[in-house]
């Protein structure tokens, strides 16, 4: 095969598509730039000879590649990645790596001397003896999430314009924006999409598919304090910021946090601290499997806050608390032949199927409540958000073959 793939991922990925966590709520996308590849995409779309393809004043691209199939009962299949990085590490100036022939050898990189990839951390690449590596100079992430996402489906597409012989059905592609930063499917038209199911292509390693995700909330802590002159504060002032940090470490040290969680186990996490004496704020983000076990979250944080607040008067707090997303099993457990249709095209391709659950959330986590029951297949990525991040060309070969084998299971299942 003609891949494609990898010349597509070197070219992505040093467009910087930084989404921006800290952007008003009425910026969408977060930033302008992301829209730059979005661009790009909707002219290599056009140049294949997919017609529709476009991109909408949000940022989104739709494309459709029509069914060369004689069956007319086909489910409509949409293929999805986001076009943003992650503002956790800096996506500007990204200068790809090519390490060639690789043998097993940690891989220093250049412009950072504590940056080194090695076997130990990602045992994975033991499987990549003689491929292809790819990783960034040490100094950016390498936008591999979700840019190999973006080039498989891409490629795969270039596939099946160019060989008949695969026959699929009516096939949607959606590139989104934003996804990084928890805004990715505010703005998607599911009516205009039109799919019945979809996948979005931001997994790990060849094999995996994830049908499950966290239920997420966020909550936001507001405290108001009591002021008062410092040089005559005893018995008057009730520090709003001293509060906040009282009520962060009242919080369990040894568990229900990220740092001593795993597998299926949730936790309440302060993302950020903002204050002075007489008003503080400190936001949360509160993640579990199922819902009631995020309830138990949710309550021992106003029981926590309740607590703290006896020893504080003449202070208040509030606490508001936001759904965000939810685990999109409940959505796939109805509907299991979507996830029947993934391990098949795992399997042909020549992989283990790995089931596997998120700790974290994709846009398929929304998409699947929106009305699209849509899992998350593996890319290849390694080392997400960090400059430490890699993918093979291997693996992306791997992802592009799952879509290809993907929907031809679905025409085949077809009546």
């Given at each position: 095969m003609?891949?494609?793939?990898?010349?597509?991922?070197?070219?992505?990925?040093?467009?910087?598509?930084?989404?921006?966590?800290?952007?008003?709520?009425d910026i969408f996308p977060t930033t302008e730039k992301q829209k730059n590849l979005s661009k790009i995409l909707v002219e290599e779309l056009l140049d294949m000879g997919i017609e529709d393809a476009?991109?909408?004043?949000?940022?989104?691209?739709?494309?459709?590649?029509?069914?060369?199939s004689d069956k007319s009962n086909i489910p409509v299949v949409c293929f999805c990645s986001h076009v943003d990085t992650a503002p956790d590490c800096s996506g500007t100036d990204v200068k790809p790596l090519v390490h060639t022939n690789y043998q097993g050898q940690d891989i220093p990189l250049p412009l950072n001397a504590e940056a080194t990839i090695k076997p130990s951390d990602f045992p994975h690449l033991n499987n990549q003896i003689g491929e292809e590596i790819i990783t960034t100079s040490g100094d950016t992430l390498l936008g591999a999430d979700d840019k190999s996402g973006v080039a498989e489906i891409m490629d795969a597409a270039y596939q099946l314009v160019n060989n008949q012989n695969i026959k699929h059905g009516n096939?949607?592609?959606?590139?989104?924006?934003?996804?990084?930063?928890g805004r990715g499917v505010d703005f998607v038209d599911i009516k205009?999409?039109?799919?019945?199911?979809?996948?979005?292509?931001?997994?790990?390693?060849?094999?995996?598919?994830?049908?499950?995700?966290?239920?997420?909330?966020?909550?936001?802590?507001?405290?108001t304090?009591?002021?008062?002159?410092?040089?005559?504060?005893?018995?008057?002032?009730?520090?709003?910021?001293?509060?906040?940090s009282e009520i962060i470490s009242s919080l369990p040290k040894d568990k229900l946090s990220p740092e001593t969680t795993s597998g299926k186990q949730g936790f309440i996490h302060p993302m950020a601290l903002e204050g002075v004496l007489e008003r503080a704020?400190?936001?949360?983000?509160?993640?579990?499997?199922t819902n009631p076990l995020l309830e138990e979250k949710r309550q021992l944080l106003r029981d926590t806050v309740d607590q703290v607040m006896k020893s504080y008067p003449n202070s208040k707090a509030e606490v508001e608390i936001k759904e965000q997303y939810r685990n999109m099993k409940e959505v796939l457990d109805t509907k299991p032949f979507i996830m029947e249709y993934a391990e098949e095209a795992i399997r042909r391709t020549g992989l283990e199927v790995k089931k596997t659950s998120i700790r974290g959330g994709t846009d398929g986590s929304r998409l699947s409540f929106m009305g699209l029951p849509c899992p998350n297949l593996f890319t290849g990525m390694q080392g997400i958000h960090s400059v430490r991040e890699w993918i093979s060309v291997k693996d992306m070969h791997l992802a592009v073959d799952t879509i290809l084998n993907l929907v031809a299971v679905i025409e085949e299942k077809a009546s």
């Open positions: 003609n891949y494609t793939v990898k010349e597509r991922f070197l070219r992505y990925v040093q467009i910087d598509t930084q989404s921006d966590p800290n952007a008003s709520a476009h991109m909408d004043e949000y940022g989104y691209v739709y494309a459709t590649i029509p069914s060369n096939i949607r592609i959606l590139f989104t924006p934003d996804e990084e930063v205009k999409l039109g799919a019945d199911f979809g996948f979005t292509l931001d997994g790990g390693v060849p094999g995996s598919v994830e049908d499950e995700t966290f239920s997420a909330d966020g909550a936001v802590v507001t405290i304090g009591r002021s008062a002159h410092p040089g005559y504060a005893k018995g008057k002032m009730e520090n709003a910021m001293k509060i906040a704020t400190i936001k949360f983000i509160l993640r579990d499997f």
